[in-house]
């Protein structure tokens, strides 16, 4: 009896440990600006937000209408910057809608991005799972 006793208390212990530990944090960010100082200070409060928040912080940038730019690679003026992210583990994604309606060839987006059918609906989605939103 006293065996499970002892046992019970220290995986009780254990799971206190475990909450204990820093969450994990989910942020979406919409871009839909072509504006390029906007993108700028995307990515670096992606940064701020990785040093202030630690390493279980997932991070979404959805691109969609005017801010698909910026993960075109002729276009964007943060390609190093999204390259370092991603290999962080940020995840940058394009709306298929807005490069369907703009046709836009995927080949030309940076290959650090994904697809999502559509960029508003993610950013609703993200929300309702209960993901953070932030938008420049």
Not at 92 to 111: S, Y
Not at 116 to 133: C, D, I, N
Request: glycine share 8%.
């Amino acid at each position: 009896m006293k065996k499970i006793l002892v046992t019970s208390v220290f995986a009780l212990l254990m799971s206190f440990h475990v909450l204990a530990q820093s969450p994990t944090h989910k942020i979406v960010i919409q871009v839909n600006t072509s504006d390029t100082i906007a993108w700028h200070g995307v990515v670096r409060n992606i940064g701020n937000l990785q040093s202030a928040l630690g390493p279980n912080t997932s991070i979404e940038v959805v691109a969609h209408g005017s801010g698909i730019g910026l993960l075109i690679d002729s276009k964007t003026t943060q390609k190093a910057k999204i390259a370092e992210l991603a290999a962080k583990g940020v995840s940058f994604v394009a709306c298929e809608n807005t490069i369907r309606m703009n046709k836009i060839d995927k080949a030309t987006l940076l290959p650090q991005s994904g697809f999502v059918p559509s960029g508003v609906a993610e950013v609703v989605l993200k929300q309702e799972a209960g993901w953070s939103y932030l938008k420049p």
